[in-house]
Each structure stands twice: as structure tokens, then as C-alpha cells.
């Protein structure tokens, strides 16, 4: 084989080592997931639909976390003037960790009209991890306090988790499956322009390791011819 197709061989061989790396490569996964919204409210037990959606960002130790609801819910006899509903929320955590996360978020913008669904803003809190795995994050017990009444609506379709980040708790830890941890302090980076930053120096380690390679084969057989 000439020294021209040998360094063609060696690249195309790089870049497909490359590309299975990306495939393998773990990311958090989100969905968008419908709840069925039961609320009891100062007149009485009233009932909505919502798709909500979570998202994680890596923030210092741990992960900051935003709860948005994509439709309105329950609603107000009388109009809402701005800043009178404040909204607060719970996220269930399950998988490798437990318990609960508080998000919460600003009073309202903008009056709310009597009689409409009630647009919930963005709600967000930290999460740290306690424990190394895979941990979800399904939406919980919605709470509006207007005017001096509360208002709290349960999910009641036991709606799936909206978001599963693959964490590392500080310091290590234990992962789900009872393995021991041993990537340290390193947490992981969740979004995906930090996942393609990452495969692209593991990428160009590999190929700067098939040039090498192509480069000592080269030498090599000009050494031999030199000799003969």
C-alpha cells in the first residue's frame, strides 16, 4: 500500500472512531408531557390540561432547573390585577435520587382577565446531586396564591418524567447501580454544544494520533529504501 493511501486509511479510520464516540456519548433527555391538573379552588374542584416542559443547566455544583407550562391553568372569577398571583412548584425526583424540588418564580406581568386560564411564568430552582446516576424530574403540586386565596393543583394522570439528567454528585458517590464512582469531582455537561466541544478534542486527539502514525510509517520506509 503507498504511504498516500495508508494516511487516507488512517483518517477515514479516525473519523469513523470518532463518530462512534459521538453515538455513544450520554445526554439528558427531555420530553414535553401532558398533565391532567386537578384543582381545588375557592369555588370549588375545576380541572386542566397542561403540557409542561423541564430543562437542566449546569450552574457551579449543580443543575439549574426551569418548569414551564405551555398552557394556561385554572382560572379566577374575578380579574387578577398585575403582581396578584404568585406561583410556586414542586418537581418529583426519581431514578437515582428522591424527594422533592422546589421552583418558584415572579408574580404576574400583566392583568389576567376573569374567566382565563392562568398562564403560570416559568418557574426554576437548584438542584444539586446527592447521589450519582440518572435521576428524573416529573412535575408535581402546583400552587397559586391570588388575593389572599390558594389555589393547588395536583397532577392526576401520574404523568411521565419531562426531563432525565445523567449527574455526578459531588465528591463522588455511588452510582445507581451500587458501582463505585470514580470520576471524582468532574460532573458531567449536559447541553449539547458542551457534549460536541468535548467529542471534538477526543476527535482531534484521535486524529492527530493517526497523523502521527501515518508520519512514522512514512519515515520508516524512507529509512529502509535509504539503506538499501
Same mark, same amino acid.
Given at each position: 500500500m503507498s504511504n498516500r493511501k495508508r494516511t487516507a486509511a488512517l483518517a477515514t479510520a479516525a473519523a469513523l472512531a470518532g463518530s462512534a464516540v459521538w453515538m455513544a456519548a450520554p445526554v439528558a433527555m427531555a420530553e414535553v408531557v401532558n398533565v391532567n391538573y386537578t384543582c381545588d379552588t375557592p369555588i370549588g374542584v375545576k380541572t386542566a390540561v397542561s403540557p409542561i416542559d423541564i430543562k437542566g443547566v449546569k450552574s457551579g455544583s449543580g443543575y439549574k432547573i426551569t418548569m414551564s407550562w405551555q398552557k394556561g391553568v385554572s382560572s379566577s372569577p374575578l380579574e387578577l390585577g398585575a403582581g396578584a398571583m404568585k406561583p410556586s412548584a414542586t418537581i418529583k425526583l426519581g431514578g437515582a435520587d428522591s424527594g422533592t424540588l422546589a421552583v418558584t418564580g415572579p408574580a404576574n406581568e400583566a392583568a389576567i382577565p376573569e374567566n382565563t386560564p392562568i398562564k403560570i411564568n416559568d418557574l426554576s430552582g437548584t438542584y444539586t446531586p446527592k447521589e450519582s446516576g440518572k435521576v428524573t424530574f416529573t412535575a408535581g403540586v402546583l400552587t397559586i396564591k391570588a388575593m389572599g386565596t390558594t389555589t393547588t393543583c395536583t397532577p392526576s394522570n401520574s404523568p411521565g418524567p419531562s426531563l432525565t439528567l445523567d449527574v455526578t454528585a459531588? $465528591?463522588?458517590?455511588?452510582?445507581?447501580d451500587g458501582?463505585?464512582?470514580?470520576? $471524582?469531582?468532574?460532573?458531567?455537561q449536559t447541553g449539547p454544544e458542551d457534549s460536541a466541544i468535548a467529542l471534538g478534542t477526543l476527535g482531534g486527539t484521535v486524529l492527530l494520533a493517526g497523523a502521527a502514525g501515518a508520519l512514522w510509517l512514512t519515515r520508516r520506509g524512507r529509512t529502509a529504501r535509504a539503506r538499501r
Open positions: 459531588a $465528591g463522588g458517590g455511588t452510582s445507581s458501582g463505585s464512582d470514580d470520576s $471524582g469531582d468532574a460532573l458531567p
